[in-house]
């Protein structure tokens, strides 16, 4: 199992942007896909945004298609999540998952069940 580790998060004003990374101890970290979910008080955790391995096709969530961008860099094995004009429904503990077993990305890496590996989640607090 792949050990992942967030940070990033913290508490900006709507409008603002945030940065979060994940760094995952593991080698071939090129041959898995990676995900960020976000899970807000009360609410079922849900899926952002992935990229998929080899030539890191991304997936965004509706809501923050052109203001999230997840992004890799397999030299550091590291996933980003760049996160602009933020909003206060954007609050949550955002995770970071990852998993070499999705073979077809645009069906899977939106379900939290393809993924094996899970980090500890960095708080977002967006305030209005």
């Known amino acids: 199992q792949v050990q992942l580790v967030e940070s990033g998060g913290g508490l900006v004003q709507a409008g603002d942007s945030l940065r979060l990374s994940c760094v995952a101890n593991?080698?071939?970290?090129?041959?898995?896909?990676l995900g960020w979910f976000r899970q807000a008080p009360g609410k079922e955790r849900e899926w952002i945004s992935c990229?998929?391995?080899?030539?890191?096709?991304?997936y965004h969530e509706d809501s923050v298609m052109g203001r999230f961008t997840i992004f890799r860099d397999n030299a550091k094995n590291t996933v980003y999540l760049q996160m602009n004009s933020l909003k206060p429904e954007d609050a949550g503990v955002y995770y970071c998952?990852?998993?070499?077993?999705?073979?077809?990305?645009?069906?899977?890496?939106?379900?939290?069940?393809?993924?094996?590996?899970w980090g500890q989640g960095t708080q977002v607090s967006v305030s209005s």
């Open positions: 990229i998929s391995v080899g030539n890191g096709k991304t």
């Open positions: 998952a990852a998993d070499n077993r999705i073979i077809n990305p645009q069906a899977m890496c939106r379900t939290k069940l393809f993924f094996g590996s």
């Open positions: 593991v080698r071939a970290f090129s041959t898995y896909a």
